[in-house]
Antibody, heavy 119, light 110 residues
Framework: QVQLVESGGGVVQPGWSLRLSCAAS????????MHWVRQAPGKGLEWVAY????????KYVDSVEGRFSISRDSSKSTLYLQLNSLRTEDTAVYYC????????????WGQGTLVTVSS | QSALTQPASVSGSPGQSITISCTGT?????????VSWYQQHPGRAPKLIIY???NRPSGVPDRFSGSKSGNTASLTVSGLQAEDEADYYC??????????FGGGTRLTVL
């Protein structure tokens, strides 16, 4: 069965960096685009980033452009999100999600990893 | 990249039907048939319940249905059940090649 397991979250100070990982299993990772979506405490969902199945196309929400970087390693079936210059407003649960090919939707989600940015 | 507009809350009694609206623009909801709906119970990850405006993934009850007219998409839940009480989010592809979510709607089953 499809599984997505995020890791790498934690408590960091403003301006610090963090790398999140999402280990995928149960499907052909190299055939699917992937997304990162975040949810601040008590708030709604916010799309963060997208990477195409081959890693050649990436998109970001404006608020993280230039600070966050999405990447993937198909040999490890792992998705990454590098978070740099973190701000307090980046505090959230970060979910990775699999893109349902051709449908621009996320059909499977991980359980999320919490990133807390606080001084 | 403004969020799509959803009502903050809706409610209904068991067995009744409710509809949640999701309003965007011609650059997102109105411009593509790539509207999805997700259900999220407290402390859980979101779950896909509708994609491409009207399609249900395998395993999602047919009590859940989606539609779209112009820049507004809608999710209808028929025959409300207690387990339907959750937060619901709409989502759309945009002309910028990004995604945008709605602010979310809390469904309360009375």
């Amino acid at each position: 069965q499809v599984q997505l397991v995020e890791s790498g979250g934690g408590v960091v100070q403003p301006g610090w960096s963090l790398r999140l990982s999402c280990a995928a299993s149960g499907f052909t990772f190299s055939s699917h685009a992937m997304h990162w979506v975040r949810q601040a405490p008590g708030k709604g969902l916010e799309w963060v980033a997208y990477i195409s199945y081959d890693g050649n196309y990436k998109k970001y929400v404006d608020s993280v452009e230039g600070r966050f970087s999405i990447s993937r390693d198909s040999s490890k079936s792992t998705l990454y999100l590098q978070l740099n210059s973190l701000r307090t407003e980046d505090t959230a649960v970060y979910y990775c999600a699999r893109d349902l090919s051709g449908a621009w939707t996320a059909d499977y989600w991980g359980q999320g990893t919490l990133v807390t940015v606080s001084s | 990249q403004s969020a799509l507009t959803q009502p903050a809350s809706v409610s209904g009694s068991p067995g009744q039907s409710i509809t949640i609206s999701c309003t965007g623009t011609s650059s997102d909801v109105g411009g593509y048939n790539y509207v999805s709906w997700y259900q999220q119970h407290p402390g859980r990850a979101p779950k896909l319940i509708i994609y491409e405006v009207t399609n249900r993934p395998s395993g999602v009850p047919d009590r859940f249905s989606g539609s779209k007219s112009g820049n507004t998409a809608s999710l209808t839940v028929s025959g409300l059940q207690a387990e339907d009480e959750a937060d619901y989010y709409c989502n759309s592809h945009t002309s910028s090649g990004t995604w945008v979510f709605g602010g979310g709607t809390r469904l309360t089953v009375l």
